[in-house]
């Protein structure tokens, strides 16, 4: 947050350098030209609002207004329905009745859940066409899945053939998500095979990733076995990969997982990427671990992944007796030293519970010459800007001119710039760079 005690240390910090004194009062001279010349705002004219007309009696429930009973109440009410007929007239007086005691959208969403719940256990077709005269989108989306998980207890075969019946969009695919996730849970094998039942595509593919993510969650030594035993390479290889995206298994069962990306997916680089998955997810819990598996690779493919480790092994960063521990294990130089200094500085950057810009700063003077150190400057300006700025500052006025200071100095401007301006401007003048310099000002300056 900006206040005028770190306004003036920013703006001190910059002319103690010696830079910006012209900027500074050409802004202050423009600034105050246009407050001069702002035209007034006229007084929005007062309108009475006419006093809103009498409900008629026809759209008032009378007898059991929902919205005038308790909560406690509208439960016993919804337990006395009888049939699908008196589900419908409750609806209709939730979303006729008037809000004078409590507004529709004050209703909790367990009250509706409860409605429809008994409403799908007396009629679930009629149920879930009453989902879509509810017109907030996520409250329709709750209530489908209320209703199918209800029709799926009394009659599986009828709530799966009433999914071609669905409209196409969220509909549908809510009606998918949740047919496949409770069949996953109870029957395995029956929601497999409704899954290769349907036409290749979107809904197939997220309907098996649904399947076996969930079965995978219970025995994943059972799941990774149907896979690999597929005869089709092209499914083979997506079901796995949808397995394996989502992290769960590399923290549960982590040789599994890392001996199957060695043995069974032989494209490269879809073996890369489900490593980085790996690694981002595995990396976090055990990262010794992680990074010995790492170490086994060939050479040529050991950088990237450190870098990523680096990055991601936030326990390490916060715990210094595990840090260095795992110091000692990375090359003392080379490729893979640059990498792993690289991905922690980057994480002293990104984590939002220890960021520490010097701790990366020094890692990333470390680094060779490069794409990722000019990259690592610029994104350590920007995140020192937003976290400590009066800190960056002093930090700025004891660098040397050069390409280095310009990258870490655009980056700290940009970010300064929306709740500060007037020191924003002040420090882009410091910008060695002539052409990165004015278009720094170009936008500062209207």
């Known amino acids: ?107 909790p969403v367990p009250v509706w859940n409860i409605l429809f719940k008994r409403w799908a256990a007396l009629d679930p077709a009629a149920a879930l066409r009453a989902t879509t005269t509810v017109l907030q989108r996520q409250l329709s989306m709750s209530l489908v899945t209320t209703v199918f998980s209800e029709w799926l207890r009394h009659d599986r075969a009828a709530a799966v053939a009433a999914l071609d019946n669905l409209p196409d969009g969220w509909p549908r695919s809510m009606g998918r998500h949740v047919v496949f996730s409770e069949l996953s849970a109870s029957d395995p094998a029956a929601a497999l095979t409704l899954a290769q039942s349907l036409p290749p595509g979107d809904a197939r593919h997220q309907a098996f990733r649904t399947v076996l993510g969930a079965w995978a969650g219970k025995d994943p030594q059972a799941a990774l076995a149907w896979i690999l035993a597929q005869p089709d390479r092209a499914a083979r290889r997506e079901q796995l ?39 981002m997810t595995a990396g976090q819990g055990d990262p010794a671990g992680t990074l010995a598996r790492i170490a086994a690779l060939p050479v040529a493919d050991r950088p990237d992944l450190l870098r990523m480790l680096g990055e991601w092994s936030y326990a390490a960063r916060r715990d210094p007796v595990q840090g260095a521990e795992l110091e000692k294990l990375v090359p003392a130089a080379g490729p893979e030293r640059d990498a792993w200094n ?84 002040i420090w882009s003048t410091a910008i060695t760079d002539a052409g990165k310099r004015e278009r720094r000002l170009n936008e500062l300056l209207p």
Not at 38 to 58: G, I
Not at 250 to 277: C, F, G, I, N, Y
Not at 383 to 399: E, G, K, N
């Open 1 to 107: 947050m900006n206040t005028p005690l770190r306004s003036a240390a920013l703006i001190l910090c910059a002319l103690a350098a010696g830079w910006g004194v012209r900027a500074w009062r050409l802004h202050r001279q423009q600034t105050h030209a246009s407050a001069a010349t702002l035209p007034a705002v006229p007084a929005r004219p007062h309108v009475a609002k006419a006093p809103a007309p009498p409900a008629a009696a026809e759209d008032r429930v009378a007898s059991q207004n929902p919205l005038r009973t308790t909560i406690a109440g509208m439960h016993g009410m919804i337990a006395g329905l009888k049939t699908a007929e008196d589900c419908e007239r409750l609806l209709a007086g939730l979303l006729r009745a008037p809000m004078d005691d409590i507004s529709l959208e004050q209703l």
């Open 241 to 279: 990969h949808g397995v394996l995206q989502g992290g769960v298994m590399s923290r549960t069962h982590p040789d599994m997982v890392w001996q199957t990306l060695q043995e069974h997916v032989s494209d490269s680089a879809q073996r890369r990427d489900l490593q980085k998955q790996f690694v």
């Open 342 to 425: 690289a991905g922690r500085a980057r994480g002293y950057l990104i984590d939002s519970q220890h960021i520490d810009a010097p701790a990366a700063l020094a890692l990333i003077g470390q680094l060779p010459e490069g794409e990722h150190r000019a990259s690592l400057f610029k994104e350590a300006g920007e995140t020192w800007a937003r976290h400590d700025a009066v800190a960056a500052s002093q930090y700025l006025t004891v660098q040397p001119p050069g390409p280095e200071r310009d990258a870490f100095l655009g980056e700290f401007v940009r970010a300064l710039s929306p709740n500060d301006p007037e020191a924003a401007l």
